[in-house]
């Protein structure tokens, strides 16, 4: 319990004791800050409180009056909520989805229990797709020139459209990554009219380099899928699998089933993460290696060369018998480097068909494909790795789409969906290129970029509004039904553009997916219902051709040497706006980067080494108690430039520098200024890991919104180190599994024991009946924030923007915290939920001169919005800080700006106003709910697991457990009774509901730093 845990490289260096700064509860420049003797505070505070019955007549919501259903639907109660299946891509990514909606309208996404890639789970992104169905800024009429035009005359361009082409000679059609049947099918039945039509793919979130990976080895069409619960041993390759990329939700809840530990000696998986950058996945790992980008595939090859038997196939041998100790160009294996192979390599042989080895969609094709042979290798494939043949044409790349416009080939092209111009390398110059085009039409879900350029914009219908079907990797068939209709009657799908552009003016999309399902009416109806018209089953042993993986290798340029003169360009996805799809989705602008913990701005990661022989400064540099700055710099890469701000980010690569996609937009009101788009030095060539950047500073400062620059884990008065989060290794559980609850005189970190910890008052609150209360596994949690979005969808949470967010008036309910232990260059990472711990002595029920904080009779820290009258004198007493106040009435603000979102709007839950208090309720309304339901039965105990509150539902590794404390058999009883199972500051005597169990980890001995 001596490990010692730290949130920046500042704090490491300097420790928190000695920032002054930091001890202010509210900064010396905040305006809400006021410099008042004691007599004037006196007076402010009578006031106050005389005023505290009128001024919440000030505050009264606009007039509205309720309709009544002239014929109103069978079976719907306004108000209440009804459910229907449906699912949602990402690139070749699919989630099923269960959408509750109120009155026609989609308020909140949740996971379809009966989906093998969600099982009741989901990601932010699909939390957070409610919100971006209403964003007002969506495109709302068809374009024709920058002018607005009938929707009739747009239909009557797409269908003559092709009438001009004939054969397709000069068309094109580019299409994202969704992976959609029917729409493949209709490519192939306009490729068949028109066979000499163009068909092209561009989509950043799509993993082209694995589709292109099995292409090589006989596997072209396939996808792959992993099933971790059965995996032992897991090796990840610069792939962020639990925080976002691929599939997110089903690899967490495989994974984490093995890291499940009820009981010391339990034995737990391991995971080793080799990557650049520092990612979710790499928190969660046992034993990271952080390398340059470029020296990903070599360490694969030398795995490969570790693992290898004379049985395996020729191809094989040949590309990793020779990567023993030696890169290409003579460019040796360091130590750690070598050991690393050496040790992996062992464990995987150790754990052969019950181990994993991915690799992420930013190495090349040929890791892909070298992947795969590793994984038949250790007989992986068939119980840890499945590949699945789903049908997936192949189309031309961007790349190839480029030297088309060069070449001439095309006089009309149609872009269903994405913006090529903003997201496509930045050397292709699409924008150029397509202005040679006589013909472009674009269907996108804003007027951006690509629509400014095109003849013609259409605009695009969200995957609530249309009916569509997505495969996802293990075969899987979902129906993608629309709770509502496009709130914009000109919107359309890119199967309705398709089927026009065949000659069809009025397509009917439900009638064309329900044909490619090929089922009959009673199956089709059960297909909607459930939301899946096929589930994916094992198929037949995949007949690889390794003959192909020479070719694929021979693409291998051998890793780089970067310096901090000719530094290697690592462009990732960012993980909230991804590649900015999203960048004008407020939610996720303002959710914190689960590592760096960056809101509403990307910036230029570097290492603590790397900043400094660049002569960069150190991040976070202080303008009040929590506004920040960073360090502005010019990236340049063959003649390009971009300008961003420097962020150093411990366990980043040395000589690397990470850039987020996906910021610098203009698509309205939210992504407007929001961070710095660094697409145009992003090379076709290497789009992911480019080598020869120089860094110049520019010598100005930057405001950065960060969540995790003030706050402390160093008690004010004593200087005594908080103990917040608590981690050991599974082994040192074992021996000793008492260390998370041993007194401090006993090296331990409690203050005092629990006999000690008793009120010295008899104790007001009700005991009696079910008490609600809520154990959060840090084992299992990998910190990807979907709580957070889902919390704040449930529960009617504004966001508040990037300025008030620098000045620490973020309103989410729950935030995720991360925090650093080990040395600035080699560190791991720990992150821990924290929300409101619904403490039984609540040190905020005792400050409040209103009572608008009380104790509920089943243990609950209950909120009086009506009654608050904003003093904050219950933030000021809360050790957890998990009290929002809201300074502005931020829900006004946005109802002003986007009118729309009201409609996401949980009819649940109050809408609060400026000057009251809110935190975390345990989702008491979903209590109440279960409470009636019961009651409706003739019961009044609610069964264990019937309530489940909007964090825990959508959390994929199921790390969020609640329950009644009471009932000894219920799971969140039993697992306070885990050793493992501790109070955050216990000492303080608050009796928090919500417990904690503490991070264990499984390293490799052998892989251990000295003295760890």
């Not at 970067?562 to 939610?587: H, K, M, Q």
Request: hydrophobic content about 40%.
């Amino acid at each position: 319990m001596s490990t010692r845990h730290w949130r920046s490289v500042r704090d490491l260096r300097e420790g928190e004791k000695g920032r002054p700064e930091q001890l202010r509860e509210f900064s010396v420049d905040d305006p809400a800050r006021l410099d008042l003797d004691r007599r004037s505070f006196m007076g402010l505070v009578g006031a106050s409180a005389a005023l505290a019955g009128t001024l919440q007549g000030c505050l009264r919501k606009d007039v509205e009056h309720i309709l009544p259903y002239a014929d109103r639907p069978e079976d719907l109660i306004p108000g209440h909520p009804r459910f229907y299946r449906t699912a949602m891509a990402i690139g070749d990514s699919v989630v099923g989805l269960h959408v509750a909606s109120v009155d026609g309208r989609p308020i909140k996404v949740e996971g379809n229990p009966d989906h093998p890639m969600s099982r009741g789970a989901t990601n932010r992104w699909n939390q957070a797709s409610v919100i971006h169905l209403y964003d007002p800024d969506r495109s709302q009429k068809p374009l024709k020139k920058g002018q607005e035009v009938p929707q009739s005359e747009a239909v009557a361009f797409l269908a003559g459209l092709l009438g001009t082409y004939q054969g397709g000679g000069g068309f094109g059609v580019l299409v994202d990554g969704t992976p959609s049947p029917t729409l493949w099918r209709m490519l192939s039945q306009l490729q068949a009219a028109h066979p000499q039509a163009s068909l092209y793919q561009h989509d950043v979130s799509f993993n082209r380099a694995q589709a292109e990976g099995l292409a090589g080895v006989g596997l072209a069409g396939h996808g792959v899928h992993y099933d971790l619960s059965q995996a032992d041993v897991v090796l990840v390759l610069d792939a962020d699998v639990f925080g976002g990329e691929g599939d997110t939700v089903s690899l967490t809840k495989g994974f984490t089933q093995k890291r499940k530990v009820s009981a010391p000696g339990q034995a737990m998986n391991r995971l080793f993460v080799v990557e650049p950058r520092f990612t979710a996945t790499g928190a969660m790992a046992d034993n990271r290696l952080r390398v340059p980008g470029s020296h990903v595939g070599e360490f694969l090859r030398g795995v490969g060369g570790a693992i290898i038997t004379d049985a395996a196939p020729a191809a094989l041998r040949k590309e990793v018998v020779d990567r023993q100790k030696t890169e290409p160009g003579g460019l040796a294996w360091s130590d750690r480097f070598a050991q690393f192979v050496a040790e992996v390599g062992k464990d995987l042989k150790a754990a052969a068909g019950r181990s994993a080895v991915i690799v992420g969609e930013r190495q090349p094709a040929w890791a892909h494909a070298l992947a795969a042979a590793i994984n038949a290798e250790l007989g992986n494939v068939g119980k840890t790795v499945f590949y699945t043949a789903l049908g997936r044409p192949t189309l031309g790349t961007v790349e190839a789409l480029a030297a088309d416009l060069d070449a001439g080939k095309l006089r009309a092209l149609v872009i269903l969906g994405g913006s090529p111009v903003y997201d496509a390398p930045g050397d292709l110059d699409l924008a150029a290129r397509l202005a040679k085009v006589e013909t472009v039409v674009h269907l996108g879900y804003y007027v951006d970029e690509t629509s400014k350029l095109a003849a013609w914009h259409l605009p695009l219908s969200h995957s609530l509004e249309a009916w569509g079907d997505l495969v996802s990797s293990d075969g899987t068939v979902a129906v993608q039904q629309p709770l509502i209709a496009p709130l914009w009657e000109s919107a359309q799908s890119p199967l309705e553009v398709l089927a026009r552009l065949l000659g069809n003016p009025n397509p009917d999309t439900y009638a064309l997916v329900k044909e490619t399902s090929g089922q009959d009416d009673l199956g089709w109806r059960r297909a909607v219902h459930d939301g899946i018209a096929k589930k994916g089953e094992p198929g037949a042993a995949p007949t690889f051709d390794w003959s192909g993986l020479p070719a694929l290798c021979a693409a291998d340029k051998g890793p780089t040497r970067p310096t901090a003169r000719a530094l290697e360009l690592d462009f990732v996805r960012d993980s909230a706006v991804l590649d900015g799809r999203y960048a004008n989705t407020g939610w996720l602008q303002e959710l914190p980067d689960p590592i760096s913990k960056l809101t509403w701005d990307n910036a230029a990661f570097l290492s603590p080494a790397t900043a400094k022989e660049l002569g960069l400064s150190d991040s976070g540099t202080p303008v009040s108690a929590v506004e920040v700055t960073g360090e502005l710099i010019e990236v340049s890469l063959n003649g390009r430039t971009v300008k961003i701000v420097a962020w150093v980010l411990p366990g980043v690569a040395d000589n690397v520098v990470v850039l987020p996609l996906g910021f610098g937009r203009d698509l309205g009101f939210i992504s407007k200024g929001a961070g710095f788009d660094v697409t145009p030095i992003r090379p076709a060539a290497t789009p992911w890991v480019a080598y020869g950047g120089v860094i110049k500073p520019l010598g100005e400062r930057y405001v950065v919104a960060t969540t995790q620059e003030y706050g402390l884990m160093v008690e004010p008065l004593t200087g005594v180190k908080r103990p917040v989060v608590r981690e050991a290794s599974n082994e040192g559980y074992s021996k000793d599994p008492g260390q998370f609850t041993r007194l401090v005189k006993d090296g331990g970190p409690e203050l005092m024991t629990a006999e000690s910890n008793v009120s010295l008052w008899v104790p007001p609150n009700a005991t009696g009946g079910q008490q609600w209360g809520m154990t959060i596994d840090l084992n299992t949690c990998t910190g990807c924030n979907v709580c957070t979005i889902a919390c704040q969808s449930e529960n009617n949470i504004p966001i508040v923007g990037k300025e008030r967010v620098s000045n620490g008036r973020e309103m989410h309910w729950i935030r995720l915290d991360r925090y650093f232990t080990g040395s600035e260059d080699e560190p791991s990472a720990v992150v821990q939920p924290m929300a409101c711990a619904q403490c039984e002595m609540a040190p905020c029920e005792n400050v409040c001169p209103v009572a608008a904080t009380t104790h509920s009779p089943e243990g609950l820290n209950d909120m009086a919005y009506n009654r608050c009258i904003g003093t904050r004198y219950c933030t000021n007493n809360c050790p957890f800080k998990v009290r929002r106040y809201n300074f502005f009435n931020y829900n006004q603000e946005r109802e002003q700006k986007a009118p729309l979102e009201g409609m996401q709007h949980n009819p649940n839950v109050t809408v609060r106003f400026r000057g009251v208090v809110e935190k975390c309720t345990y989702c008491v309304q979903r209590i109440n709910e279960a409470k009636i339901a019961v009651k409706r039965q003739g019961q009044s105990v609610v069964p264990d697991g019937a309530i489940v509150p909007a964090c825990a539902q959508a959390c994929p590794a199921d790390a969020i457990l609640f329950g009644d404390i009471n009932d000894p058999k219920s799971r969140v009883s039993l697992a306070k009774t885990e050793p493992r199972n501790y109070e955050v500051l216990r000492e303080l005597n608050l009796h928090a509901r919500t417990s904690y169990l503490a991070k264990l980890r499984n390293p490799n001995p052998a892989l251990q730093p000295k003295g760890a």
